[in-house]
């Protein structure tokens, strides 16, 4: 009785994944007749707000035991397939293959799109202005080390925009190709991976003299190649240098996060659910940032961040870097961006794009 019933089960399943093979298939079609109609009016096949909307749509009609997380993965293969059916999508990050860069850009576009490894934050940007890719993914804060500069100096001279962010959980591995911990002598890894890891190597490891190398991925190398050695990484790190997972979790702080942008031409719909980064110069006169600032309290815009930042070869002068919520296309963010041009002495909308969560 009870083989009886496994068969039949079984037997469910077939007759389910037919009805799944037919239905993806006449997915495809509409997405490629969707493709058709995008390349007519000359748009990008990648959409940050439709996408943003799929993915919402989901949370909404997942009425059943598939937690929402492996539904979201499963469907951004099957968006990343249908992007392909359209046409190619190729994506800039800073690499190598195995940093967390190439991570959150394979988590945004999936595996279907074909990736472009970088040597810098720089040649990212450089490979999507000169339209050798489509997209550039770069990451512009950690929330234990703060903001990457490099980033920051290139969103203040670039013509893209930011058109959707990123956040990764950041969790380190300790990988070596040694059986255990006892033999290790050095651990590498880029110098911001170290900082959020120390605690734990001076508890676990503390003979282990720390190294810094250019990359997470750099210094998976350098444990392949090195006896006694072992990286700071992630995963997936550990899969592509065939080394072995000593520890999983090593950060300090189980909230290490960390942010990326997907920058590229043009600009995004409004989806309800967005966010505005914005560049601007205040005068050097008193009171000058808080009746800027006002201008968004006055419209109950909510300010999410603000950095200043030095202007280069200009002593003591500051530029700021401000997230609000809502959208370009907003009313009331129109308002407070003709104010601001009353009030601040540059001002560059770097982006309007949907929030994002952390990726699980």
């Known amino acids: 009785m009870t083989l009886a019933r496994l068969l039949k089960l079984r037997d469910g ?62 469907f951004r293969e099957i ?26 850009a394979q988590c945004q576009f999936g595996s279907s799109s074909q990736f472009s490894s970088q040597t810098s ?14 997209w550039g993914v770069v990451p512009v804060e950690n929330s234990v080390e703060g903001s990457v500069n490099l980033t920051l100096d290139r969103l203040i001279t670039t013509t893209l925009s930011i058109r959707a962010e990123i956040l990764l959980p950041i969790h380190h591995c300790l990988l070596s190709k040694q059986g255990g911990m006892s033999g ?54 550990s899969e592509i240098y065939g080394l072995a997972v000593l520890a999983e979790g090593i950060e300090d702080k189980s909230s290490n996060t960390t942010r990326f942008l997907v920058v ?3 600009s995004g719909e409004a989806t309800g659910n967005d966010k505005t980064s914005l560049l601007f110069g205040a005068p050097d006169t008193p009171g000058a940032l808080c009746r800027i600032l006002q201008t ?14 030095p202007v280069k070869d200009r002593l003591w002068e500051y530029l700021f870097f401000v997230d609000i919520t809502g959208h370009v296309q907003d009313a009331k963010i129109r308002e407070s961006l003709d104010d601001l041009r009353q009030k601040t002495t540059f001002l560059k909308i770097l982006g309007s794009y949907p929030r994002s969560e952390a990726i699980k």
């Open 184 to 237: 290790i002598k050095k651990v590498y890894s880029h110098p911001q991976a170290l900082a959020q890891c120390q605690e734990w190597l001076r508890f676990n490891i503390p003979r282990a003299v720390p190294v810094a190398v250019e990359s997470t991925s750099a210094a998976a190398k350098k444990a392949v190649e090195e006896e006694g050695a072992a990286a700071i990484g992630s995963k997936s790190a």
């Open 121 to 134: 934050i720089a040649r990212v940007f450089e490979e999507v202005e000169k339209g050798k890719v489509n």
């Open 296 to 309: 968004f309290a006055d419209r109950g815009i909510n300010m999410m961040k603000i950095e200043s930042y």
């Open 13 to 74: 399943i077939v007759q389910v994944d037919r009805e799944m093979v037919r239905l993806l298939n006449k997915r495809a079609g509409l997405s490629l007749e969707i493709g058709k109609i995008k390349a007519k009016l000359g748009r990008a096949v990648y959409d940050p707000s439709q996408e943003q909307r799929i993915y919402e749509n989901l949370a909404e009609n997942n009425e059943g035991s598939l937690p929402l997380k492996s539904l979201q993965a499963i």
């Open 264 to 266: 590229g031409e043009g």
């Open 79 to 104: 968006i990343s397939a249908s992007r392909v059916l359209q046409s190619p999508v190729t994506v800039a990050y800073l690499g190598p293959e195995g940093t967390y860069a190439h991570l959150a």
